[in-house]
């Protein structure tokens, strides 16, 4: 097999096919988020505070650090893993599959001048999931098996045409189109990644689509802004000034900023004979943690007697991961998942904690740590964001 392998390489010039479904090669002209400040300037600065625009091996500590751990421990070449997780983390991408032959090739580092490491060091995909991963979009194949996502639903527009919520816009520097997933309810939009993130296993770990329960708020009034009168381009295109729209901010609000935690949960405790009751209530259409694995909701209890501490306790709502052999690991690696303790779309969860003897009442507060303290121990994170403790909110309860 090697051998065939390797006398094929050779006779075929060491030229690695690219998958019919890449994006278009892009052009200077549109390539990047720079070319569309001279107007749309504060979407591009909102933009590029956002998560969306850290969506590069490059930019994000946490996704560096797991696409080198899945590396050493699969042995794919670290290219092979970049490709495979841009399906969704950089979809403009010119390849979307790497096969035996380029990971022989980079075993033998002979891969240096390939398709696949041109596409992987390619300024296009340096910008994450940019202006053009979402406005170049023609279609979204929702008929697929669940498992295809990111790359594989899409359909691009030809270079140079811009999809958007308006039927009506008109640009001096690029066509527009309006499509339904701007318009109407960009949950289609959302979903062809934010759904079915799987491990090599075929572990479902995470999964907004599936939890998601229908109500009149759009992941974009939470996640960007409720619309408002704004303008979509500060070019004076009506009557020498910029045509006033309502619009969106391109904030992409979540799990990283604080002001969205803050009571995005709410809890409440009764006593039960010798039992508090702690029931959490999350009034978002979809679970809390929603999205990545190994998220932590945090909740700790100090049991107090007047002024005087009794006791405290810690719990920690998270999930652990194991590989096939029964170690730890991250999720992308994960053979099996230990219990979902997220908080449920639009309903709660209830936990019973004993009370000790002596305490008359019990502080309560609960918040959140983007990276549970195992995968964040694997991976050695070194940022502060990862291990932050954010407040959620807080109550007193009386026996
Ligand atoms: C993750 C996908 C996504 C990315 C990335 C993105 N947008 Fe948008 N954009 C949207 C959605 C969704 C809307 C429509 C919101 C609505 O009207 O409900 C929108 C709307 C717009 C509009 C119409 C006016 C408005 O604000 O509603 C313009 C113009 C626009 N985007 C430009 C940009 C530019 C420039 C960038 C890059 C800096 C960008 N977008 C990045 C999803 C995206
Ligand atoms: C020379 C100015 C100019 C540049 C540069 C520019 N645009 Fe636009 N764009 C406009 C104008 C003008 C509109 C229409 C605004 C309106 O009708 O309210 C527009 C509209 C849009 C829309 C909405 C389309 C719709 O049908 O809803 C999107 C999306 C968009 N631009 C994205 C981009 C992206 C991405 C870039 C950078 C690659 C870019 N634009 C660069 C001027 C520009
Ligand atoms: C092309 C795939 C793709 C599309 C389309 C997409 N996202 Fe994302 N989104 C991602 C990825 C990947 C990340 C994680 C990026 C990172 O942290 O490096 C992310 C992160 C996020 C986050 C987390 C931000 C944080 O601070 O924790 C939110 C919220 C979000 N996206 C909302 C949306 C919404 C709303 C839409 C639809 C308008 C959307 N996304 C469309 C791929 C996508
Ligand atoms: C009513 C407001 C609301 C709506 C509507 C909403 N979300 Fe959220 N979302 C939140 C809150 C609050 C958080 C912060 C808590 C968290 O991260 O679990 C959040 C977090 C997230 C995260 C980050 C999770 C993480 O741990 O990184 C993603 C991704 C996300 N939402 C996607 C979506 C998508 C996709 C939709 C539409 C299908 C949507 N949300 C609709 C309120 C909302
Ligand atoms: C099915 C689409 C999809 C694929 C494929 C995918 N991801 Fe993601 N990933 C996402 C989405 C969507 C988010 C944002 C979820 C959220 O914030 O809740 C995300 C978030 C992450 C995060 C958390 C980032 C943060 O800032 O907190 C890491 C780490 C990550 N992915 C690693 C990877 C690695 C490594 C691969 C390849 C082995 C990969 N992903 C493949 C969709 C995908």
């Known amino acids: 097999m090697f051998k065939i392998g390797i006398s094929l390489l050779l006779f075929m010039g060491i030229s690695f096919a690219a998958s019919p479904e890449a994006a278009p090669v892009l052009n200077e002209k549109y390539q990047d988020s720079s070319n569309c400040k001279s107007c749309h300037m504060p979407i591009v600065r909102a933009w590029q505070k956002s998560y969306h625009a850290k969506s590069h091996y490059d930019s994000n500590e946490y996704l560096r650090a797991s696409m080198e751990y899945v590396h050493r421990k699969t042995r794919k070449s670290i290219n092979g893993v970049k490709v495979q997780c841009a399906v969704c983390h950089n979809p403009r991408i010119a390849v979307t599959e790497t096969g035996t032959d380029y990971e022989i090739a980079a075993v033998m580092n002979l891969d240096k001048n390939s398709a696949i490491n041109k596409a992987v060091e390619n300024d296009d995909i340096a910008e994450g999931i940019n202006c053009l991963v979402c406005h170049n979009v023609d279609s979204i194949d929702e008929n697929l098996p669940a498992s295809k996502r990111g790359i594989h ?56 689509e599936k939890e998601y329960k229908e109500t009149e708020k759009q992941c974009a009034d939470c996640h960007m802004s409720p619309k408002r009168e704004g303008v979509a381009s500060t070019l004076p295109i009506e009557n020498g000034r910029a045509k006033k729209r309502m619009v969106r901010e391109h904030g992409f609000i979540g799990a990283h900023t604080a002001s969205m935690w803050e009571e995005a949960l709410t809890i409440t405790g009764t006593q039960k004979g010798s039992k508090l009751l702690l029931t959490i209530t999350n009034d978002n259409p979809h679970n809390i943690p929603t999205g990545f694995g190994a998220r932590e909701i945090i909740v700790d209890i100090t049991y107090m007697s007047g002024s005087a501490t009794v006791e405290q306790k810690q719990l920690s709502l998270t999930q652990h991961y194991t590989d096939k052999r029964g170690n730890v690991t991250i999720p992308h690696l994960a053979v099996k998942a230990t219990e979902d303790f997220s908080i449920p779309a639009n309903s709660n969860r209830s936990f019973a904690v004993g009370i000790p003897k002596g305490a008359g009442n019990a502080l309560v507060t609960v918040s959140y740590r983007l990276v549970n303290n195992e995968v964040r121990e694997l991976l050695e994170l070194k940022e502060k964001e990862w291990s932050d403790k954010k407040f959620i909110t807080k109550a007193n309860i009386r026996f």
């Open 153 to 208: 639903r899409i359909k691009w527009n030809p270079i140079g045409t811009m999809s958007g919520p308006f039927a009506d816009a008109k640009s001096p520097y690029h066509k527009t189109q309006q499509r339904d997933f701007f318009s109407k309810d960009p949950k289609t939009l959302c979903f062809t990644c934010h759904a079915n993130d799987r491990s090599v296993a075929g572990l479902v770990f995470a999964n907004t």
